[in-house]
């Protein structure tokens, strides 16, 4: 009895909700004239009030990107915004200046040659995990499992100090294979829950029929489950991307003792602290370190939504 | 659920095949329980371990480094700091994601209004201390200011105040930059659980004569708790590890430090492991019971799978 009770019910709810949503709509343009207020707010506002919520939001960005167009000597004596009065004063000097005098290319460079094999890294090794933990039986797997989640959100301070030490003692401190190693590493636990969730949802069907058919673990890896879960790769990757790109603990602490192999973030940080007022530099070198991820952002938005949605335990 | 591979039944089970079997899996899993165990798992109970030790880790001093944390008058200023940002900053993100979710749920332009409070996200808290420089700096009222903030200030003749130094905004000041950042991932997350509440009970509400208000009292936040609760503890977590905005800012200066930038000084500037450790150590304790119904909350959707 109780198994057949829901569908009954169901369509019943749904039948009676299609007219009333038309009622609703009626009944609401008649009251939106005389009491729109009363009622809440009215699709206007709502409308007026994004905007304003959008536009404070993007105010502080806006300001910057002005500021990076000024000549030296005025952003640092009067407010971006007077730069909307006559007479405009715009350049691109401040670009050209950081690009050949602050190293920043270099920097820029630098950012890239720790990003790449920082995220590619992390995705492979937890993609080769990820799988094992969907689709092999082996003792032990749960509790392992369970283990690398509870990881997910340790504090990466607690790690750095005895992490130092090791690379230390092995000699890779202050290259870039130590800054790889560790980003993989605190990359790892998120990643590899990412992908076993993703992995784990592909139809347990595709799996039994290439058994049949003979193939490897490997081979159902690599021609399979690989090509199926690009969706979900590219989350993680931009995901571990963006990461590894905006961070900046990471590299203080293992590349702090070399400035040439420094990325962007800790350039621009040790501007920051030794220039201090020196705006000119700070507001085109800032401007060039989001450059990347906010293309990326923007041209991929919807992975990066995705992998937000599907791994939002991260920490 | 998962079905496995009898492995070797098919191809002859010779004995090699057959140990090759059983060593199949951690062969995939190897590299990446060696990354954790020796970069996670073996530092973490390092640190733990070095917390019972002194500043250079020669004797075995108990909780002494604890003791000094919870009585030093400079450390329970850094804790008083953390549980100020742990309180303001968690309410704030997830309250104002909400709203703008609700809101933007309502209107035609919702995929701009979400990629502009979203944009912040994809910018690095360095690039973000140096796009707020420009609303909080801060010049002698007698120069033209720099700072929107009290360029505002002084276009309604009020004094110009130095936001980042002043103890008496400092922290505000630094909470909301994270706040700017932070926002739009609660909002992404509470707005794809908004679009799961079935229109018909909304609409029922607004016939039985619910203002707006009372829907998202009574039906919206109800119908996303579980939801609220997930994206309130990601933030927590979060917020606790909270680093890169004080260190590029204030440098923990001017009454503004918090325990990861006090951990990194007492480590990398003065060289003191015990300590630095402990207050390590402290931030996991706070984080344990999150990490528990974590996993608990984990192990549900599993077996819902």
């Given at each position: 009895?109780?198994t057949?009770?829901?569908?009954?019910?169901?369509?019943?709810?749904?039948?009676?909700?299609?007219?009333?949503?038309?009622v609703?709509?009626v009944?609401?343009?008649?009251?939106?004239?005389?009491?729109?207020?009363?009622?809440?707010?009215?699709?206007s506002?709502?409308?007026?009030?994004?905007?304003?919520?959008?536009?404070?939001?993007?105010?502080?960005?806006?300001?910057?990107?002005?500021?990076?167009?000024?000549?030296?000597?005025?952003?640092q004596?009067?407010?971006?915004?007077?730069?909307?009065?006559?007479?405009?004063?715009?350049?691109?000097?401040?670009?050209?200046?950081?690009?050949?005098?602050?190293?920043?290319?270099?920097?820029?460079?630098?950012?890239?040659?720790?990003?790449?094999?920082?995220?590619?890294?992390?995705t492979?090794?937890?993609a080769?995990?990820?799988?094992?933990?969907?689709?092999?039986?082996?003792?032990?797997?749960?509790?392992?499992?369970?283990?690398?989640?509870?990881?997910?959100?340790?504090?990466?301070?607690?790690?750095l100090?005895?992490?130092?030490?090791?690379?230390?003692?092995?000699?890779?401190?202050?290259?870039?294979?130590?800054?790889?190693?560790?980003?993989?590493?605190?990359?790892?636990?998120?990643?590899?829950?990412?992908?076993?969730?993703?992995?784990?949802?592909?139809?347990?069907?595709?799996?039994?029929?290439a058994?049949?058919?003979?193939?490897?673990?490997?081979?159902?890896?690599?021609?399979?489950?690989?090509?199926?879960?690009?969706?979900?790769l590219?989350?993680l990757?931009?995901?571990?991307f963006?990461?590894?790109?905006?961070?900046?603990?990471?590299?203080?602490?293992?590349?702090?003792?070399?400035?040439?192999?420094a990325p962007?973030?800790?350039?621009i940080?040790n501007?920051?602290?030794?220039?201090?007022?020196?705006?000119?530099?700070?507001?085109s070198?800032?401007?060039?370190?989001?450059?990347?991820?906010?293309?990326?952002?923007?041209?991929?938005?919807?992975y990066?939504?995705?992998?937000?949605?599907?791994?939002?335990?991260?920490? | 659920?998962?079905?496995?591979v009898?492995?070797?039944?098919?191809s002859?089970?010779?004995?090699?095949?057959k140990?090759?079997?059983?060593?199949?899996?951690?062969?995939?899993?190897?590299?990446?329980?060696?990354?954790?165990?020796?970069?996670?798992?073996?530092?973490?109970?390092?640190?733990?371990?070095?917390?019972?030790?002194?500043?250079d880790?020669?004797?075995?001093?108990?909780?002494?480094?604890?003791?000094?944390?919870?009585?030093?008058g400079g450390?329970?200023e850094?804790?008083?700091?953390?549980?100020?940002?742990?309180?303001?900053?968690?309410?704030?993100?997830?309250?104002?994601?909400?709203?703008v979710?609700?809101?933007?749920?309502?209107?035609?332009?919702?995929?701009?209004?979400?990629?502009?409070?979203?944009?912040?996200?994809?910018?690095?808290?360095?690039?973000?201390?140096?796009?707020?420089?420009?609303?909080?700096?801060?010049?002698?009222?007698?120069?033209?200011?720099?700072?929107?903030?009290?360029?505002?200030?002084?276009?309604?003749?009020?004094?110009p105040?130095?936001?980042?130094?002043?103890?008496?905004?400092?922290?505000?000041?630094?909470?909301?930059?994270?706040?700017?950042?932070?926002?739009?991932?609660?909002?992404?997350?509470?707005?794809?659980?908004?679009?799961?509440?079935?229109?018909?009970?909304?609409?029922?509400?607004?016939m039985?004569?619910?203002?707006?208000?009372?829907?998202?009292?009574?039906?919206?936040?109800?119908?996303i708790?579980?939801?609220?609760?997930?994206?309130?503890?990601?933030?927590?977590?979060n917020?606790?590890?909270?680093?890169?905005?004080?260190?590029?800012?204030?440098?923990?200066?001017?009454?503004?430090?918090v325990?990861?930038?006090?951990?990194y000084?007492?480590?990398?500037?003065?060289?003191?492991?015990?300590?630095?450790?402990?207050?390590?150590?402290?931030?996991?304790?706070?984080?344990?019971p999150?990490?528990?119904?974590?996993?608990?909350?984990?192990?549900?959707?599993?077996?819902?799978?």
């Open positions: 009895m109780s057949i009770d829901p569908k009954p019910s169901s369509i019943a709810a749904t039948k009676t909700a299609r007219p009333s949503r038309e609703v709509q009944k609401e343009r008649s009251s939106t004239v005389r009491s729109g207020i009363l009622r809440g707010l009215s699709n506002t709502v409308t007026i009030i994004t905007i304003l919520i959008g536009l404070l939001w993007s105010v502080p960005t806006f300001g910057l990107f002005i500021s990076s167009l000024r000549p030296a000597s005025l952003i004596s009067s407010g971006w915004w007077t730069a909307f009065t006559p007479p405009w004063q715009f350049t691109i000097d401040n670009y050209q200046q950081v690009i050949q005098a602050q190293g920043l290319g270099q920097a820029f460079l630098n950012s890239l040659i720790i990003a790449i094999p920082g995220t590619l890294l992390p492979l090794v937890a080769f995990a990820a799988y094992a933990f969907a689709w092999m039986k082996f003792p032990g797997r749960d509790w392992l499992f369970f283990g690398i989640v509870a990881l997910l959100i340790i504090p990466i301070q607690i790690t100090a005895p992490v130092l030490s090791i690379f230390t003692t092995i000699g890779i401190t202050g290259s870039y294979l130590a800054v790889w190693l560790a980003h993989t590493a605190y990359g790892l636990p998120f990643a590899i829950y990412l992908l076993r969730n993703f992995f784990g949802s592909l139809p347990s069907d595709l799996f039994e029929s058994h049949i058919d003979g193939a490897s673990h490997s081979r159902f890896f690599f021609n399979i489950v690989l090509p199926l879960s690009v969706p979900s590219a989350s990757f931009i995901f571990q963006m990461w590894v790109w905006n961070d900046l603990l990471v590299s203080l602490i293992f590349l702090g003792g070399s400035p040439q192999r962007l973030t800790l350039t940080a501007l920051v602290n030794s220039f201090g007022s020196n705006y000119e530099v700070l507001t070198a800032a401007f060039i370190s989001m450059v990347l991820p906010l293309v990326i952002f923007f041209s991929l938005q919807r990066f939504v995705r992998g937000i949605l599907a791994g939002s335990v991260k920490g | 659920m998962i079905q496995t009898k492995k070797g039944s098919k002859s089970p010779t004995g090699g095949k140990w090759l079997g059983i060593l199949n899996p951690w062969l995939w899993i190897a590299p990446a329980v060696l990354c954790i165990v020796v970069f996670l798992f073996y530092p973490m109970l390092n640190t733990i371990w070095l917390s019972f030790f002194s500043n880790s020669s004797r075995f001093v108990g909780l002494t480094n604890y003791a000094y944390i919870f009585t030093n450390m329970l850094v804790l008083r700091n953390n549980l100020l940002w742990l309180v303001l900053a968690t309410i704030l993100t997830v309250f104002l994601g909400l709203v979710a609700v809101l933007a749920d309502r209107v035609r332009i919702e995929s701009i209004i979400k990629a502009m409070i979203f944009v912040p996200m994809a910018i690095s808290f360095v690039g973000a201390s140096v796009i707020w420089r420009f609303v909080y700096d801060y010049k002698t009222s007698d120069r033209g200011q720099i700072g929107l903030l009290n360029g505002i200030m002084t276009l309604f003749h009020l004094q105040q130095a936001w980042l130094i002043d103890p008496r905004f400092n922290n505000i000041a630094l909470i909301i930059v994270y706040v700017w950042m932070w926002t739009g991932f609660c909002m992404v997350i509470l707005s794809a659980a908004l679009k799961g509440i079935p229109t018909e009970l909304i609409e029922a509400a607004k039985d004569g619910a203002n707006d208000i009372s829907i998202f009292f009574r039906i919206t936040v109800p119908m708790s579980p939801t609220i609760a997930v994206v309130t503890t990601t933030m927590i977590i917020i606790l590890k909270i680093f890169d905005v004080i260190y590029v800012m204030t440098g923990g200066d001017y009454q503004t430090n325990v990861a930038v006090e951990y000084q007492q480590l990398f500037n003065f060289n003191n492991f015990g300590i630095g450790s402990a207050l390590a150590t402290l931030l996991l304790l706070t984080i344990l999150i990490m528990y119904i974590n996993i608990r909350q984990i192990r549900a959707q599993e077996v819902q799978r």
